[in-house]
């Protein structure tokens, strides 16, 4: 699954480029997008899920500047024990430059008694049906 954004003036700070914090709003609005394929999002809330990211890490490999049009791609590549794994990639699309990559652990969590849940059964065809 991937997006793109539009790197605008209000995206870049006194230097001129995107600021750091920036990348993790642009990674934010892709895994969003890919809850929201197939109403996977409303899936989830009908059955009182928690989707919590509780870790990332994040390179970042070059400068991205106004006018920049950049591509997120997301991919879900692992579903295992309480914990899945989100790996985003953003490339400049002018040139196909990586500008940054993340790798990110999330869980999904039983909102009535704030517990992860396994990565198994129903919920775990849910979040592999909704492909890469």
């Known amino acids: 699954m991937h997006h793109e954004v539009l790197v605008r003036s209000y995206h870049v700070d006194g230097y001129l480029h995107v600021n750091n914090s920036r990348y993790l709003e642009f990674f934010e609005e892709g895994r969003w997008r890919w809850l929201d394929r197939e109403n996977r999002l409303e899936w989830l809330k009908e059955r009182n899920i928690g989707f919590y990211m509780v870790n990332i890490n994040i390179n970042y490999r070059k400068g991205a500047v106004e006018g ?10 692992s579903l295992k024990g309480r914990s899945g794994k989100f790996k985003q990639v953003m490339k400049r699309l002018s040139d196909g430059a990586v500008i940054a990559d993340a ?10 008694v704030q517990k992860a849940l396994p990565m198994e059964g ?4 849910k979040l592999e049906s909704l492909g890469n």
Request: one cysteine or more; hydrophobic letters at 45%; glycine letters at 0%.
């Open 68 to 77: 920049d049009l950049l591509r997120i791609e997301s991919l879900v590549y």
């Open 103 to 112: 790798d990110m652990t999330f869980v999904c969590v039983d909102m009535e």
């Open 122 to 125: 129903e919920l775990k065809d």
